[in-house]
């Protein structure tokens, strides 16, 4: 998160994760490790990149611009990572908040030592903070709410490391995933809600951390659970692991889009297959949503789960009428609404000779601007089809996220200015249908959603914010900053 403006519009057509964390304790050489984890996690974030290291007397940094293999491929980058402790970060930024000053993990020189942090989510009440901590004396170095964090365990007066971190997570809102090392060993943890994912799993003698199981997979470590919300995971450097639980008793609320689309369909989320909840996902979409079709066509690769569970419901054959290109970045990085579109004609192509004369139901996750929308569909019009159907596999994104995830502001998102017709006719479809909230949560493995107490955070679908919104809430009603205040738990 860019601090200079936290809120400000942000320039794409879909909802992205921010980041992904990785960390090993324990391994020979931790940095070739976590260079491999986060080449895993590199969907969560293609913009930046950083390990940094420790080898029982000193830190190691290396961040940079790009890919994890654009920095980290040869191995005379790694050598200068060395040690048996190592935690790493890609990223997204915001606006105007991609320089190297804001890669993480972030580093800073304690009274204690050395310490380290990487960060997956969002802190809403940063800015306030912020502003505090700088009348106090705090001087900043980057524009990243998670420094906030790091200045918070500074000028705490509690008297050991891990009381003075409790401490400043005590102070902050809003979602955090975090991976931090000391001179002592590695703490890992998350928000009490547990919005953002984190695992842990071993690797041999070593532990390893990691935003999601696909990476354990390719590290070749062995899941052995998720961090539970609220819990604080301290392993030293001779492998002892203790759990602590300072916030007492939490009601979570994970964050319900990592099924839908941030998370690896390899991955589980919530111990469930990620690949088999968006199959359920399209499943629960046919029932709801049916319609007379010969083809059943996913917008690749993220709607490819969910149209196999749509075609199998309705009985629709599956195909692939578009084809992918997958030498083309993501388009929602593109700077210009005029660069996005030539960016989805590049990156997305027609299958001409199979969607030509034939009625097409076309499956995505989401729909957000709905501009790239309206450029499939028509691309679906100009290769001949007969009739256009669009199914979204989650109900309309109506608000948007503050707990780490990129969205427009809410006057930007096509749900909050149409009602689904409306929103039907602008991307020019036949016709138009999301899943609804409960059929998204038995795709989850819940029954229904509880009303007035969501087991997810669906605040992107419902505007039940499961925290306060300090940051915004000032930013709109300076005199009211309690206007946006919610039970969280």
């Excluded at 976590?34 to 290396?62: C, K, M, P, W, Y």
């Excluded at 964090?149 to 995933?177: C, K, N, Q």
């Excluded at 001949?384 to 995830?405: D, L």
Aim: glycine share 8%; net charge negative; aromatic share 6%.
């Amino acid at each position: 998160m860019n601090l200079t403006d936290p809120y400000r519009d942000r320039d794409g057509d879909k909802l992205r994760e921010e980041c992904g964390v990785f960390g090993v304790i324990g391994a020979r050489d931790a940095a070739p490790i976590v260079a491999l984890g986060l080449h895993a996690l590199q969907h969560r974030g293609q913009e930046a990149v950083g390990i940094t290291s420790f080898d029982g007397q000193e830190f190691f940094s290396r961040r940079g611009i790009g890919h994890v293999a654009a920095n980290f491929s040869d191995a005379s980058a790694l050598a200068e990572l060395p040690g048996p402790m190592a935690a790493g970060h890609v990223r997204y930024s915001t606006t105007g908040g991609s320089g190297l000053r804001n890669v993480q993990p972030l580093f800073a020189d304690l009274a204690s030592g050395g310490f380290a942090i990487a960060h997956n989510g969002n802190i809403s009440n940063a800015m306030a903070l912020r502003r505090e901590l700088v009348s106090k004396g705090s001087i900043f170095q980057s524009t990243s709410d998670t420094e906030v964090i790091i200045h918070l365990v500074a000028t705490s007066r509690y008297p050991t490391l891990l009381d003075r971190f409790v401490d400043a997570l005590r102070l902050v809102e809003g979602a955090y995933s975090l991976i931090c090392m000391t001179s002592a060993g590695m703490i890992a943890c998350r928000d009490p809600l547990g919005i953002r994912p984190l695992v842990m799993g071993k690797l041999g003698d070593a532990t390893v951390f990691a935003s999601e199981t696909v990476a354990l997979d390719v590290v070749g470590a062995d899941f052995v659970r998720q961090v539970d919300p609220g819990e604080l995971i301290e392993v030293d450097l001779a492998g002892k692991v203790v759990s602590h639980r300072p916030f007492g008793p939490c009601r979570p609320r994970p964050c319900i889009f990592e099924h839908v689309y941030f998370s690896r369909p390899d991955s589980l989320m919530d111990e469930r297959s990620v690949y088999e909840v968006r199959k359920a996902i399209g499943q629960e979409l046919a029932i709801e949503a049916p319609v007379e079709a010969d083809l059943v066509v996913p917008v690749p690769d993220s709607g490819v789960p969910a149209a196999i569970g749509y075609a199998a419901q309705s009985g629709i054959p599956f195909e692939l009428g578009i084809i992918r290109s997958h030498y083309v970045g993501r388009t929602f990085i593109q700077p210009s609404d005029g660069a996005r579109n030539a960016d989805v004609r590049r990156k997305h192509n027609a299958n001409r000779a199979l969607v030509a004369g034939k009625r097409v139901v076309l499956i995505d996750d989401s729909i957000v601007r709905g501009t790239t929308s309206l450029k499939i569909v028509q691309m679906m019009r100009d290769a001949g089809a007969a009739e256009v159907h669009f199914r979204v596999a989650s109900p309309p994104t109506e608000h948007s996220c503050f707990y780490g995830v990129d969205t427009p502001e809410r006057s930007k998102l096509l749900a909050a200015r149409m009602d689904v017709a409306a929103m039907a006719e602008f991307i020019a479809a036949d016709s138009l249908a999301f899943v609804s909230i409960d059929g998204l949560y038995r795709a989850v493995g819940e029954a229904r959603r509880e009303a007035g107490r969501p087991q997810y955070c669906d605040a992107c679908f419902s505007g039940d914010y499961p925290t306060r919104l300090t940051d915004l809430a000032e930013r709109d009603n300076p005199d009211q900053l309690s206007l946006l205040a919610v039970g969280a738990n």
